[in-house]
């Protein structure tokens, strides 16, 4: 067996730590697709140092196991599980470092970071998976001989990945918002045209397209295009923030929805406001939010581009860009948040 350095913990510790960095960064790396404010930078933080001491911890554990993986009289059945896993594993972290150092990196229509995302959520299962044949509790034995030294390697590790990601953000963290992602596009419309997942209707023709302001509302409404324009007009700098690694900071007009929603009286009980897409894709915000949010119809002052949601999207700021409905043509009020609007936004257009 390979001489452990000083700085390794036993075995089954380095395991254990692999599986308390993979649950840490998968929970932070899903939670953070659902995080546009300031308030939450801390766990992009996280994500980004238990990236480090997950590559450290891999590192020990590859050069324990290379021995089992060389020797093909030494494979089992669960060894093709756990190379898979080594394999998506390893693909995620470099994806993950490389994202960071060079940024704005497209692969086909997706970016580096969403490919990151998808090897990441595929690690889940085959870590489910690799258990079934691999799990193993902590030896008592080893923890109580070497708990303590144990703590102070995880502790050395934790320091060592801040300090990493501490001179990363010096030297590349410049034109990066707390998110990660990076300024894309001069101005007006020219920034990328995203969709989750299928999206892409025909254009939506202004003519015959109506905005309806309804559900628990005194007086339902029904808007064209042009009474839309006439009605009182409002601006907002808001900054669209794609959870695939760009961002928007743009000026965007239009109308607000505090004032739709004044015109036609929200029901005491109604506590959501649904927005819907003429595809379906749908979300939904507190009602006190929505207020503050604007249905825009222009874009540095220059209509909206179909691509960019003509003739109405949603600009709800300090919200990551999926939760941005475009081609808006309902807005509802609701007495509860619509949870299925997690699935319609991977189905819609299919
Ligand atoms: N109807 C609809 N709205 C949508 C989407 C979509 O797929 N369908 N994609 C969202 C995503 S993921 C982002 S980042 C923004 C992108 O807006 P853009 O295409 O104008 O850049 O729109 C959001 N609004
Ligand atoms: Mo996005």
Redesign the pocket.
């Known amino acids: 067996m390979a001489q452990r350095s000083r700085l390794e913990p036993p075995a089954s510790l380095v395991d254990w730590g692999i599986l308390v960095s993979v649950t840490a960064l998968v929970v932070t790396g899903l939670v953070s697709l659902v995080t546009g404010t300031a308030g939450g930078a801390w766990l992009f933080v996280l994500h980004s140092v238990g990236g480090l001491v997950l590559a450290v911890l891999v590192g020990f554990k590859l050069r324990r196991v290379r021995p089992r993986l060389t020797r093909s009289s030494a494979w089992d059945r669960g060894t093709p599980v756990s190379v898979l896993l080594a394999a998506l594993a390893l693909a995620a972290l470099v994806t993950g470092v490389y994202w960071v150092v060079a940024g704005l990196v497209w692969v086909g229509p997706f970016t580096l970071l969403t490919v990151h995302m998808l090897l990441g959520v595929l690690v889940v299962p085959v870590l489910l998976w690799h258990f079934r044949h691999r799990f193993r509790w902590p030896r008592r034995a080893e923890v109580e001989r070497e708990g303590r030294r144990s703590a102070l390697q995880f502790g050395a590790l934790l320091a060592g990945g801040t300090v990493l990601w501490r001179l990363q953000q010096a030297l590349a963290g410049a034109g990066r918002r707390f998110t990660g992602s990076k300024a894309a596009g001069g101005a007006g419309n020219g920034?990328?045209?995203?969709?989750?997942?299928a999206?892409d209707p025909e254009p939506v023709d202004t003519d015959s397209w109506q905005l309806s302001v309804g559900g628990a509302v005194e007086s339902p409404a029904s808007y064209s295009y042009d009474q839309l324009l006439d009605g009182a007009s409002e601006a907002q700098t808001a900054v669209?923030d794609?959870t695939s690694g760009w961002y928007a900071e743009r000026e965007w007009q239009g109308v607000s929805v505090g004032d739709l929603l004044d015109r036609s009286t929200p029901a005491s009980e109604g506590e959501w406001v649904r927005f819907r897409?003429v595809?379906g894709?749908k979300w939904s915000v507190p009602v006190e939010e929505a207020r503050e949010c604007l249905l825009a119809t222009h874009v540095d002052g220059d209509p909206l581009t179909h691509?960019?949601?003509a003739p109405l999207r949603l600009v709800a700021p300090g919200r990551r860009?999926?939760q941005?409905?475009?081609?808006v043509t309902s807005v509802e009020v609701t007495e509860q948040e619509d949870l299925s609007q997690w699935v319609t936004i991977f189905v819609?257009g299919l």
């Open positions: 920034f990328p045209v995203t969709s989750w997942v999206d669209l794609c897409s595809t894709y691509g960019h949601g860009g999926f941005w409905v475009k081609w819609s």
